[in-house]
């Protein structure tokens, strides 16, 4: 029995999903233990693109179980439109995803709410308006329907209704607001998603057959207590999450890979010390074609930062990296490195100590010479231009931790495996 995690090490959208998708191959059960619908995993298989929000990366590989486990937010609507898509290109789910019996389940009024919130604020957060932050705090306000109650159709009406009724006596909604919510087709998704819904406890806890993969959704710095708060999303996406989110103890966890990008993205609002206002920045943009994969909002993009990597390791206990997207770099002449940053004249190499004043740190730079050319072709990293090599030796030096597979394309066999 192995038990390894996969954690996104930035502010999401590090490349999660073709990660998971590579370490899946060798495991039957792949889990996810927070977040829903705000994430976006996209992955090739047979060369088409797919993109999943909610059920785990896993299910495309035909031996995989899929497990949501009970610290997610489940949206049954998305859970409809994923199997569709799964249906789409013939993959086979049948028996292959347990939705658990405590996950709690967002519904239309939680996505109405988000988008009201968020328009309110006038953008401030930039949630993704899927209902996240609104299902949470009815979770830890103890008012949250949970999948179980989805086993009873009368009952979660009621709920429903009793929800509603509470939404429009605190002003979270208004009675005209209602007209924009289609309660009938979300029943019907709540039926179809029905024989999903179990007890994930003795799948996991089964020691004779479990070799489980944890997939993390978003990334480090949107984890709701150690993120750049309140910029963050609502759950605990470092691998903290993984004990409450699925049950599973830490001292469990064989090993925890983070994945980083080769740069960094960040969508939404928020502080982002390393982001690019110039040419710099708009070529990452394009040559990553950094668009949100739930959203299709344009991603802020910067250069690659340490004082945030080491946080991040040290949050997660990080036992490995996954660097992606290297190949994005490949034109660069000059690439820049966040060593640290200064604040208010002092040298600060710790994030905590400036989560809450991030936006007015000033980052400085090493810079590394560019290898201008295409990495796609290698094999194995010693194939790497020589300053390729030097770029991924410092990253890897300066967190501490090793890296132990290189992305340098989104297809399926471009990835360095250095174990
Ligand atoms: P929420 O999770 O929809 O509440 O959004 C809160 C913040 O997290 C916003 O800035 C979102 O853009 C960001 N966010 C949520 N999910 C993801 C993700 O999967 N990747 C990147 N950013 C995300």
């Known amino acids: ?48 693109k797919i993109i999943l929000h909610q059920i785990p990366t896993g299910i495309l590989r035909e031996n995989n179980v899929c497990i949501l486990g009970k610290g997610m937010v489940v949206d049954p609507d998305g859970i409809i439109e994923e199997i569709e898509c799964l249906n789409n290109n013939n993959i086979d789910f049948n028996n292959r995803i347990i939705i658990d019996y405590y996950a709690h389940i967002v519904t239309p009024l939680h996505k109405l709410i988000d988008k009201i919130n968020e328009e309110k604020s ?24 949970r999948a179980i109650d989805l086993l009873d159709i009368k009952l979660l009406k009621k709920k429903i209704e009793e929800r509603t009724k509470i939404a429009i006596d605190r002003s979270e909604i208004c009675e005209d607001d209602l007209l924009n919510i289609n309660l009938n087709d979300y029943y019907s998704s709540c039926i179809k998603i ?4 179990n007890d994930s406890f003795p799948v996991l806890f089964n020691k004779d057959k479990s070799n489980i993969l944890i997939e993390g959704a978003q990334g480090t710095l949107l984890d709701i207590d150690h993120g750049t708060f309140p910029y963050v999303t609502s759950s605990n996406c470092s691998s903290g999450g993984i004990s409450t989110g699925l049950g599973i103890p830490g001292n469990k966890l064989d090993s925890v890979i983070g994945i980083f990008k080769a740069y960094v993205t960040r969508v939404g609002g928020g502080p982002f010390p390393t982001e690019l206002f110039d040419e710099n920045g708009k070529q990452l943009q394009s040559i990553g074609k950094e668009l949100g994969a739930t959203t299709g909002r344009v991603r802020r993009c910067g250069w690659f930062d340490i004082v945030a990597a080491k946080y991040s390791a040290c949050i997660n206990g990080l036992t490995g990296i996954a660097l992606t997207k290297l190949d994005i770099l490949d034109s660069f002449d000059t690439i820049y490195v966040c060593t640290h940053y200064e604040y208010k004249g002092s ?30 072709g290698s094999r194995v990293f010693e194939d790497l231009p020589e300053e390729a090599k030097v770029y991924i030796n410092f990253l890897s030096s300066e967190i501490g931790v090793p890296i132990e597979i290189i992305s340098i394309g989104p297809k399926r066999h471009q990835i360095l495996n250095l174990q």
């Open 1 to 48: 029995m192995s038990i390894n995690v996969i954690v996104g090490g930035q502010w999401g959208d590090e490349g999660k999903g073709k990660i998971v998708d590579l370490l899946s191959k060798n495991v039957n059960i792949v889990a996810r233990y927070q977040g829903g619908s705000n994430a976006g995993h996209t992955v090739y298989h047979n060369n088409k």
């Open 122 to 145: 006038g953008g401030k957060i930039g949630t993704t308006c899927k209902g996240i932050g609104p299902t949470y705090q009815d979770k830890y306000q103890r008012i949250g329907i």
């Open 194 to 197: 029905k024989d999903f819904i």
């Open 347 to 376: 040298k600060i190499t710790e994030m905590s100590k400036v989560l809450n004043y991030l936006d007015e740190v000033t980052p400085v730079y090493k810079q590394f010479k560019g290898w201008n050319c295409s990495v796609e």
